[in-house]
């Protein structure tokens, strides 16, 4: 989730045209108590400052994010509300399994699946947080006129418990490929290294840095209130929304520990450690492909009278080996996707920390609804990949869902007996 997600809901803005003659006709015949007259007073003020700041505006800002792509963007972000909506419902019964999955005996004992639910679990949370999110903001909020201060309330927790949580996929996904690096590097040494005491350690430090890590958004991001008129009757409504105070170094430290040290500094080391892995896939393929050559020349001579009897010996890797390829090719492919879905943001983050406020408001507000989408995406879809690429996953998978029916099955059977005795 975005850490600056509060900025994309700010106030609408009308197109009215500013008349002065108007404008001041109304101060002058302005009477007491009369709320149409008040009404028209804001609504020619609003008017008047949105004029003018879209004219300052015009041609500093809109140089970003121009063109025939940001309507494309736009028309993702007008459906986006049942988009996301379909993968957090998707995603939650998903990453449920998975957690339900990873606590079996037979795989809670092994550090790399304790790390694998835990993920499951950060992900499960954010997905169940966003849905009543997406159906009040994209299904029910484009029609009110009013945005309640509860409303505003609501955003700035989505906002820090989703970037909260969302770091802490981060730093469990980085875990997850170190912990990986560690045990092919140095195998000798991966009993030593990889303890389920340091794998617990790690856990809790993922759970524990993203608070200490998003302190500054807690102070950059706050309620404001304002006013708009409602074309209909021309009252004048409140809104509350959720936006950035711009001033001081806060809020420049703000963009550089999210866009930094949270995405790119992540993404770097992910990037170095991938491609070591898939290097290290690399050459046990061409060394599997040469074992299966020499054990095709190689064969044995046996003499049985006056016959000769060619005897091929054949050498198969071992399940561990097999095993241990499978693993770490799925963990490549969390990894890669991972890399996929937060790069993007990283990138967006650092260029509006150095571009300033015209960029954010042109390019990454525009991009939020998408990068949202993505980063959800990723967390639903590795029910996915765990089922195609481990096949312990798809068995132990299998018995729990196959003892899940027999246990329903005995219990239907016994209530029958019941009722047919009775």
Known sequence: MLAEEGNRYTVS???????????????????YNQSSNLGEVLKALESWRNEYSNLSLYNECDKYCAGDFRDL?????????????MVCLFGSLAN???????TRRDLASVPINRLLKWLAVADVFVMLEYVPFSIYRYL???????????????????????????????????????WRYLAIKYPSHSASFCTDRRCSIAILSSFVLPPILCIPSYFVFTIHKDFTVDKSDNTPKKVYYVDSDHDGYLYQINFWVHAVLIKLLPCFILTLISAWLIRALYRANNRKKALKGYNACQ???????????FIRKSAKRSKAEKRTDRTTKMLVAVLLLFLMTEFPQGILGLLSGILGRCFFKRCYNLFGELMDALALLNGAINFVLYCSMSRQFRTTFGHMIRNKCVTAQRTNSNTELQTTYV
Do not use: C
């Open 13 to 31: 803005n009308y197109s009215d045209q500013f008349d002065e003659t108007k404008f001041f006709s109304l101060l002058k015949n302005r009477g």
């Open 299 to 309: 064969t044995t001579t046996i003499v049985n009278g006056d016959k000769n009897i």
């Open 96 to 102: 449920a399994l998975n957690v339900a999955v990873l």
């Open 73 to 85: 963007i736009l028309a993702y972000n007008s459906i986006h509300g049942y988009i996301s909506l």
């Open 140 to 178: 029910l909020l484009p029609g009110q006129q009013e945005w309640p201060h509860s409303w505003a309330v609501y955003t700035l927790f989505h906002m820090h418990f989703t970037q909260i949580l969302h770091t802490a996929s981060i730093l469990l996904t980085l875990s997850l490929a170190v």
